[in-house]
């Protein structure tokens, strides 16, 4: 079984930066790709960013454009998510998410929806303070 670990949210001033880091363990794991999802209160969990495991392209929401990063470490199979310019709007539980290479191969090649993905990890809070 595959278990994803996520850490480094916190609470931070508007402006400010922080850095969340998603590590996976358990089987040796390889995925198609790897994602950070956020969810707000009262809203429903949304796409952040999004990068391809083995080209390394990436996928940003337009909301955090230009703002976020998001890189792999294919050796310690982790993801980070690079926060940088935060908002109060950016203010929501940050989830990672992995997706197998059994589910691409299904025929789901869509990266936006969460029910793309196959592994979920506990969520970590980013709260931002104007």
């Known amino acids: 079984q595959v278990q994803l670990v996520e850490s480094g949210g916190g609470v931070v001033q508007a402006g400010g930066s922080l850095r969340l880091s998603c590590a996976a363990s358990?089987?040796?794991?390889?995925?198609?790709?790897m994602g950070w999802f956020r969810q707000a209160p009262g809203k429903e969990r949304e796409l952040a960013a999004v990068i391809y495991w083995r080209g390394g392209n990436t996928y940003y929401a337009d909301s955090v454009k230009g703002r976020f990063t998001i890189s792999r470490d294919n050796a310690k199979n982790t993801a980070n998510l690079q926060m940088n310019t935060l908002k109060p709007e950016d203010t929501a539980v940050y989830y990672c998410?992995?997706?197998?290479?059994?589910?691409?191969?299904?025929?789901?090649?869509?990266?936006?929806?969460?029910?793309?993905?196959?592994?979920w990890g506990q969520g970590t809070q980013v709260t931002v303070s104007s």
């Open positions: 358990g089987r040796t794991f390889s995925p198609n790709a």
């Open positions: 998410a992995a997706k197998s290479w059994e589910r691409y191969r299904s025929g789901s090649y869509s990266y936006t929806r969460p029910n793309e993905y196959d592994y």
